[in-house]
Every structure is written in C-alpha cells, then in structure tokens.
C-alpha cells in the first residue's frame, strides 16, 4: 500500500510538471513537489502520503470531509482564492467556493457588455460632427434596475446597447445620468426581459494595502467575459484622464484593458470599485474609481434627478514646508498649513477669505505642510479629498491663520465651471456665424484639435488662457475669432453677448476689437446678405448654434411654419 501510494505520487507529480507552492496540512510552510515526496516517503500510513498527495495535485482527495477541514483551517490568508476541486474516488465534485470563484458567480449574472455608438463634434467646423465610430465597454448591475460603467463607454453616444453574459441578444440602453468629472454613468434598460435572471452587486468599501481584488469585464482580445486579480498598490487623489480632474483612485497591479472600463472590481462579495484607466507606457498599472466617489455619484443622482458635480472650494495653494516662509507668515512652531495663491472670484470663499491666508484645518482636521490630512492606517492623502466629497450647498468649517490671527470661517461649497470649459461632451459646440466669421467660444476641446501635442501646436495665447485664467462673473466665456474682446466699443460677455450686440446694431458699421489689438470693421446690411450667401455656398444649416436662439424666435418661426 505504501509503495502504490508513492507511485501514484509520482506519476501524478510528473503528470502536473508545476511546482506547487501550497500549504501541507501538517505544515504552515509552502513546499516544492520534491519536497512533498519527500515527506510522503517519510510518512508511515497511506492515508497521510495520499493526503500529500491530495495537496501537491491540488485535485484529489481519499476520505470524506476529515481532509477537507484540514485543508482549510491550514490555508493561511495569502491563499484563501484558491479552490480545491475533490473527489470521492470516483467522480469530481463541485469546488470549494473562494474569493476568487464568488468573485465570477457574482459578475456572471450582472456584468454586461457595452456596444455604443458614437459621434463627436467638429470644433473646427462646429455645425458638423465627425464620422460615427463604435467602441465597446463593461458594465455591471445596481439596485434599482440600473447599469453603473464608465462616462468614457458613453460619451458622445447616438446609440448604446447591453448584452448579458450568455446571451446573444442585444438590448437598447438609456443614458439615465452622466458624470464625465467622475467618469461614471447610469444606464437603464425598459426590456423585462433583459431583466431575467440579473442580480444587482452591492458596494463595499475602500480595500487595504495589499488585499486582492478581482477585475471582471469584457477587455479586447476577445468576446467573452473576463476576470484579472491583482492587488491594491496605492490609494490617493489621481488625475482623471476623460474628465481633467483630481479624485480619489486606487492603483491596482491588475491588467485593465480597453473594454475592461465600467467593469467592477469585486473583492469578497462586494464591489470596491470600477475600472476605468491604465498607466500608458507601464505594465500592470491599473486605476478603478473607489467606493466613495460612486456613493457620491449615485447619491447626487438620486437627490436632485441628475448629475451635480463635485464640489471645489475654488483656490489655488501653495505647500508651507519652507521654515522662513513659515516665520513670515507668523505661523508657531506647531502650526502648520497651506497658503492660499489664488481664489476664484465665483466661488463664496472669494466672500471671507484673502490671499497669504494660511488654511490651518478643514472641518476640524489640521491640514499638513504639504497640503496632506490623515487617512487610515499611517496613509495620507490632500485635503481635496475632503473638500470633494461635501454636497452641493453643504458648508465647510476653515481655520485661518491671518496677519498671525486665528480665524474661522464657515465656506459655502459648490461645483465650480472654470473659463474655458475642459470637456463638451454629448452637447454640440455653440457657434455664430456673420459674413464669413465664424464665431465660437474658447474650449480645450477647440484646442484638442490641433492634434495629441495640443499644448505645443494651439495658439499661445489660447491655450495659456485655457490652463490659466480665472471667470471673473458667471457665464463669463472667452470669444474667439482670434479673440474678440470687444463689439462697436461694448466688451464681450460670452458668445451670446457677442450675437446680441451684433444683431442690435442695425445700421452703420460694426466693428470687432480683437485681443492682438487688430480692429475689423464691417457694414452690418452688407455683411448680413453676404451670410446668406455664405451659409447656402458651403451648405450650413444655420448662422447659430440652438442654444443661441432665443425662446421667441423659435416661436416665431414654428408660427410661420404651421399651416394656416
């Protein structure tokens, strides 16, 4: 019996040429299959060299439940997402249900495919789009019959469709709320019966350092659905790439693949985020969207009916670590702090606070010299953190040290629009169009034309008012022919303003300040038959954008087009 056993360890051991780093029963240490032969010859029963056997082949098992339990309560952490398929000696059985196998039951009956249709604008050529492109995507299953995936899967869409796992068919999808700041939407689909058999997943929590998560999504290279592992590297405030801003995001050393975006990372039996971007150029360098900033998401969503934004206290900071800065700013040994720069004149802390103001503590928690507050376990992230994940309307308590005084301060917080808007997604560019001029308002999309090195090839001057520049009232919006600061001597609000004074002028010349200190000057009745002329010569639908019209002029013209 003993020498049968041995064989069989051998022939199994040479059928599975691995090394298997798992854990014996009788040992807390990983062991090579050299080593566990050696020790099945060491052992003076059957059962316990076929128990060796059990564990190095990670297959098969002699007895009933006894080896099962065994096994288990000496599975160390570092191995609990292995499962063990076993054997009563005649046929396999199901596996034992881990981490890792949860992790897939759970996304087979909520994770979906994306398929949409796109179609983006031309800023260049404002009332025309570009060719329709389709692109796939991930998502997954929320309470409340609804899909959670990625603003990027949806942006700019004409047409969206799901398709569950395991079915062939394609079901039509509603964009129900959009956040490109956070790169999150909300999906809904009428058919009852897409709905069949679905599950919603639940969310969980941010994960440690370390623990594992499962990445499940349909990424290229294939159709089916896919599940990665990897671990969580690092969480802190990340740069969002589709939306230009500065959130919370967990690193993870799991592959995310195009198609893998809106996809859930399951830890457990709980989503812990959604994937969303790569490190471009580095292996394995993950991004999903934490707990959080969905919560955040959903919440607004469900509150107010749509999408509200991420709230921003509108100032610009400087670290405080220099000592001599510290003493000419009358801040005590055990202060510390960050020194305000700038403040946007829209936002309520333009009301109370100043520049060289010293910002001591947010809501109670003293902020570091480096702009960081605690997080966890020895971890630290910036205070934007904090700031971003207040509601709209919710106030704020600042300690200020000013002029070597301590003051505090309650902040009003809203979501801030900057000057030059740094996305446009799924609305059509504004544009007004007056003898040949075509007029439109200054964008980073306009400039994301000028190609990848966009910042290189635009116009200086534009793009330094894009990165730079601070509204100064609301709606306030740069114009640009080149730029035009002013209208027969009245200065330019925004792209409406501009139409309004031109429109207004109704006889005599018209004259366009522009920002190089160049003048054009037109005869306003000339100019408007030559834009007839221009519109119907290059087929142009119209002289303006929809959102340039007024209320009564569409009245107007559905009056003139209805039948008498």
């Known amino acids: 019996m003993f020498t049968t056993s041995v064989r069989t360890a051998r022939r199994l051991c040479y059928a599975r040429s691995l090394i298997c780093h798992i854990p014996l029963p009788f040992s807390s240490k990983a062991i090579s299959v050299s080593s566990t032969l050696s020790r099945a010859l060491l052992c003076s029963s059957s059962v316990t060299a076929t128990a060796a056997v059990t564990v190095t082949t990670c297959f098969y098992s002699t007895s009933g439940t006894n080896h099962l339990d065994l096994i288990r309560d000496n599975t160390n952490n570092s191995n609990r997402n292995t499962a063990y398929p076993v054997s009563d000696g005649k046929e396999l ?28 604008p031309n800023y260049f050529l404002p009332w025309q789009n570009k060719s329709q492109r389709e692109s796939m995507g991930s998502g997954f299953v929320i309470s409340g019959r609804r899909i959670l995936t990625n603003a990027h899967v949806v942006a700019d869409q004409t047409f969206v469709l799901i398709r569950k796992h395991g079915s062939p068919t394609k079901y039509r999808a509603e964009v129900q709320a959009v956040g490109h700041e956070c790169d999150l939407a909300i999906l809904v689909v009428e058919s ?22 499962a990445v499940v999504g349909h990424p290229q290279g294939g159709d ?15 740069q969002y790439v589709h939306g230009a801003t500065q959130l919370m995001a967990i690193q993870i050393d ?23 971007q790569n490190l471009s150029g580095a292996e394995n360098i993950g991004y999903i969207i934490p707990v959080p900033v969905i919560k955040h998401f959903i919440s607004g969503v469900e509150e107010c009916g749509k999408y509200v934004g991420f709230c921003s206290l509108g100032l610009s900071c400087q670290p405080a670590e220099n000592v001599q800065l510290r003493e000419h700013f009358r801040m005590h040994p055990e202060m510390t702090g960050v020194l305000i720069s700038k403040i946007n004149p829209l936002a309520d802390a333009y009301r ?21 507050v605690p997080f966890r376990n020895r971890e630290r992230i910036a205070f934007d953190h904090l700031v971003s994940m207040k509601k709209p309307n919710e106030t704020a308590e600042v300690r200020v040290l000013r002029d070597g005084v301590e003051n505090e301060f309650s902040i009003t917080l809203q979501p801030l629009q900057p000057l030059v808007p740094v996305h446009q997604f799924d609305r059509l560019p504004s544009y007004f169009i007056f003898a040949g001029l075509v007029f439109i308002p200054l964008t980073q999309p306009f400039l994301h034309e000028y190609g990848e090195d966009w910042y290189n090839t635009s116009p200086r001057r534009l793009c330094e008012s894009a990165l730079r520049e601070l509204p100064k009232m609301a709606g306030e919006q740069l114009v640009i022919l080149s730029q035009v600061k002013k209208v027969n001597d009245v200065e330019v609000k925004n792209l409406k303003h501009l139409r309004q004074l031109v429109d207004g002028c109704g006889e005599g010349s018209l004259r366009f300040d522009l920002d190089d200190e160049r003048v054009i000057v037109l005869n306003y009745q000339l100019a ?6 221009i519109l119907k010569r290059h087929r142009i639908p119209s002289a303006m954008s929809n959102d340039l019209i007024d209320k009564h002029e569409v009245e107007v013209g559905t009056d003139l087009a209805s039948p008498s």
Do not use: C, H
Request: cysteine-free.
């Open 93 to 120: 059985v199901s596996p034992r249900y881990t981490d890792a196998y949860a992790a897939i039951e759970l996304a087979l009956d909520s994770v979906v495919k994306v398929f949409t249709v796109t179609s983006s």
């Open 192 to 213: 009852e019966e897409f709905w069949e058999g679905m599950n919603y997943l639940e969310l969980g929590d941010i994960p440690y350092l370390q623990e594992a998560v």
């Open 224 to 238: 089916n659905i896919s599940v990665t592992k990897g671990v969580v590297s690092r969480v802190e405030p990340t």
């Open 254 to 276: 799991a592959a995310i693949n195009p198609g893998n975006s809106g996809g859930p990372a399951i830890m457990g039996d709980k989503v812990v985020g959604v994937a969303f």
């Open 352 to 372: 109370v606070l100043k520049k060289d103001d010293i910002i001591l503590a947010f809501d109670g928690v003293p902020i570091a010299n480096d702009g960081t």
């Open 528 to 533: 408007k038959v030559a834009t007839s002329r």
